[in-house]
């Protein structure tokens, strides 16, 4: 059974960071592609960033390029979301899931983490 456990959201303010985790089983993630997507209160599930499975190639959304970089620790099947200059936009319910790009909205997702960016 695929699992995915992400962790690191909170509270902060805007132009503060945060690194997100994600720790994943049940499938074999040093193969896949990884992407996270977020939601935030009232809106639809956007992308935010793909890396392929040997983190030779990453993607971002317009909205976050130069602020966020994704990682991933393949030994440790661990993907990361680190967020730089948080902006009051970037707030809502972030998710990992095992999809590229194409597949990532409608890719299955766990809980999420819950990002708040408030002054």
């Known amino acids: 059974e695929e699992k995915l456990l992400e962790s690191g959201g909170g509270l902060v303010q805007p132009g503060e960071s945060l690194r997100l985790s994600c720790l994943t089983s049940?499938?074999?993630?040093?193969?896949?592609?990884m992407s996270w997507v977020r939601q935030a209160p009232g809106k639809e599930l956007e992308w935010v960033s793909t890396?392929?499975?040997?983190?030779?190639?990453?993607h971002y959304a317009d909205s976050v390029k130069g602020r966020f970089s994704i990682s991933r620790d393949n030994p440790n099947k661990t993907l990361y979301l680190q967020l730089n200059s948080l902006k009051t936009e970037d707030t809502g319910t972030y998710y990992c899931?095992?999809?590229?790009?194409?597949?990532?909205?409608?890719?299955?997702r766990g809980q999420g983490t819950l990002v708040t960016v408030s002054s």
């Open positions: 049940g499938f074999e993630f040093n193969w896949a592609w």
């Open positions: 899931v095992n999809a590229p790009r194409s597949r990532a909205l409608t890719a299955p």
């Open positions: 890396i392929s499975s040997s983190a030779s190639t990453t």
